[in-house]
């Protein structure tokens, strides 16, 4: 079956640091990945739809400065949080798509102290 | 505007019971996919099940269930005889028919005792 893997699985930074979530696609290409936020206790929020070789789209209300999101190959795209702060700390999941499929990241806990 | 509705939060209940998970979508789109994942406590999430608007046969998968009516616009979900093992959150998604992103409910939270 189709395997998406992210790293790290858990990360703590200091605040003001930036830190990098990757999310790689291990056994197919995917021209569309997505980064989905989860606080505590809350649901699955879409943050921004990756396109391989284009700029990611941001859902509204999503800072695109702060989350960075290069979709550099077919296989892996990357979300920056730039200076973070502890009200980022939070569950960060991607899906990347295979044709009209849709598999998801194990997901990557932030937590900035 | 595309949205789900799980109303229940919380469901607990005692091993062996029967449980059933309430979701209610919106969309304007003829063409949609519902699904269910299943969040457990270490956060990934295991896909249950996917239907296609056009396909409204129940579907049942071992103790799992899946009753889909769109004159409700409802997709409901029930675990027959509960096991501790199915503690988890449980959400429900709508997936449109062209970009792909997945809409989530609120997700709800069972907790089977033993």
């Known amino acids: 079956g189709a395997v998406v893997s992210q790293h790290p699985s858990r990360v703590i930074c200091k605040s003001g640091t930036s830190v990098k979530i990757e999310c790689r696609s291990l056994d197919f290409q995917a021209t569309t990945m997505f980064w989905y936020r989860q606080f505590p206790k809350q649901s699955l929020m879409l943050m921004a739809t990756s396109n391989e070789g284009s700029k990611a789209t941001y859902e509204q209300g999503v800072e695109k400065d702060k989350f960075l999101i290069n979709h550099a190959s077919l296989t892996l795209s990357t979300l920056t949080v730039t200076s973070a702060h502890p009200e980022d700390s939070s569950f960060y999941i991607c899906s990347a798509r295979l044709g009209g499929e849709l598999f998801f990241g194990e997901g990557s806990r932030l937590t900035v102290l | 505007a595309q949205k789900v509705t799980q109303a229940q939060t919380e469901i607990s209940v005692v091993e062996k019971e029967d449980v059933t998970l309430d979701c209610v979508y919106e969309t304007r789109d003829t063409t949609y996919y519902l699904f269910w994942y299943k969040q457990p406590p270490s956060g990934e999430l295991v896909f249950l099940i996917r239907?296609?608007?056009?396909?409204?046969q129940n579907e049942i998968s071992g103790r799992y269930s899946w009753n889909f009516q769109k004159s409700t616009s409802s997709f409901n979900f029930t675990i027959t005889a509960s096991q501790v093992v199915d503690s988890a959150v449980y959400f429900c998604?709508?997936?449109?028919?062209?970009?792909?992103?997945?809409?989530f409910g609120q997700g709800t939270e069972l907790s089977v005792k033993p």
């Open positions: 998604a709508l997936r449109d028919n062209q970009g792909g992103k997945l809409i």
């Open positions: 239907r296609n608007s056009f396909d409204e």
